[in-house]
């Protein structure tokens, strides 16, 4: 017999939470719904593999539109629309294709997560073998060294 007390979990649950994942909730969000900690939320998930792919299945969605709405923030888009206007009582409707120029922003964000080995902020550098505090020291000295020589020697008499 297992201790403590039974689980709220539900079966109706794997409905519920797709249709609600699927307009974007988060795993807080999720959790609030059913009534349950954040925790117990992903006991659930591990429990329940049925649930958790349901879940797992519905969040992809809203990604793949957020995905595709920064590509094209990214890259730039224009879309048809109209122009309202009225003038001296007369309402006026314009056709018009609205342009949106791409933007940098988004293009780096797209760009960190697409192809983050070449554009994240941090890279990872490999290195072996062993520098002491006096090499090191006396590396910077001489690079220093160097740019006064290179400085004396650019300036105009």
């Known amino acids: 017999m297992p201790a403590g007390r039974p689980s709220k979990y539900k079966p109706e649950f794997i409905k519920l939470g797709a249709k609600v994942a699927k307009l974007g909730a988060t795993d807080a969000e999720l959790a609030d719904i059913f009534g349950c900690d954040v925790s117990t939320f992903y006991r659930w998930q591990a429990?329940?593999?049925?649930f958790r792919e349901a879940i797992?299945?519905?969040k992809d969605e809203p990604d793949d539109r957020v995905e595709r709405s920064l590509y094209a923030r990214a890259v730039g888009y224009?879309?048809?629309?109209?122009h309202i206007s009225n003038f001296q009582g007369e309402v006026t409707i314009t056709p018009i294709v609205k342009y949106y120029p791409p933007d940098t922003a988004a293009a780096f964000i797209w760009l960190k997560n697409r192809r983050g080995d070449l554009w994240r902020d941090k890279r990872e550098v490999e290195h072996s073998g062993t520098v002491t505090l006096a090499q090191a020291i006396e590396e910077i000295a001489q690079e220093r060294l160097n740019e006064r020589n290179t400085e004396r020697n650019v300036r105009p008499n």
Do not use: I, T, W
């Not at 429990?47 to 049925?50: A, D, R």
């Not at 224009?78 to 109209?82: A, G, I, L, M, T």
């Open 47 to 50: 429990e329940h593999p049925e």
């Open 56 to 58: 797992q299945m519905a």
């Open 78 to 82: 224009s879309h048809p629309d109209v």
